[in-house]
């Protein structure tokens, strides 16, 4: 089961978030965006950015913020296809659609010519692999969908598939995070 963290996902990005995003170049995609806390802190900075996530109550809370957000699978049709130069995969978001291979072919589709992807992946030594899973809240149970892990030790072998590259990897706080480019 991997826990819902719900309190990190509407605070503030953390230090070690603060640096993967240090990395992004603008026009950024944040695919999962949630409540849009990265898409906001990019606004922030200047930096042109736009969250799309498939939960209208994630988007609404994005909204309220003030985030520039769309509802919508990145699976769907984006603006700007081919054009962003950053696409954002936080929070293991890598997992999406429990295809690893199939959601880096798709944002490598989405990026401009020598675009990068920033993702957060498993710790080392940790097994890749798709689970499935389902959210539970307050007593709510949601369907269960499979979710993607990829661990370090499998990204290169993921990324490899698609034509993209680990650039930068970094540990912080007990968190990993790469940057793919094509």
């Known amino acids: 089961m991997i826990p819902l963290l719900l309190d990190r996902w509407t605070a503030a990005p953390t230090r070690e978030e603060m640096t993967?995003?240090?990395?992004?170049?603008?026009?950024?995609i944040d695919v999962g965006c949630g409540p849009?806390?990265?898409?906001?802190?990019?606004?922030?900075?200047?930096?042109?950015?736009?969250?799309?996530?498939?939960?209208?109550?994630?988007v609404a809370v994005a909204r309220r913020l003030g985030a520039a957000v769309l509802q919508r699978s990145v699976f769907d049709r984006v603006p700007n296809e081919g054009r962003w130069r950053t696409a954002l995969l936080m929070d293991g978001n890598i997992g999406i659609g429990g295809d690893a291979v199939t959601l880096l072919d798709r944002l490598r589709g989405l990026m401009a010519t020598h675009g990068s992807v920033l993702a957060e992946v498993e710790a080392p030594g940790l097994p890749s692999g798709v689970e499935l899973m389902r959210v539970e809240r307050d007593g709510d149970v949601g369907p269960w969908f499979p979710w993607a892990r990829v661990s370090l030790?499998?990204?290169d072998e993921i990324a490899e598939q698609v034509q993209l590259t680990r650039i930068w990897t970094h540990e912080e706080e007990g968190r990993?995070?790469?940057q793919l480019r094509s």
């Open 20 to 28: 993967v995003l240090d990395r992004a170049c603008g026009p950024v």
């Open 36 to 58: 849009g806390r990265h898409v906001y802190e990019l606004a922030a900075r200047g930096v042109l950015a736009l969250g799309i996530d498939i939960s209208p109550d994630a």
């Open 153 to 155: 030790d499998g990204i």
């Open 176 to 178: 990993w995070f790469v």
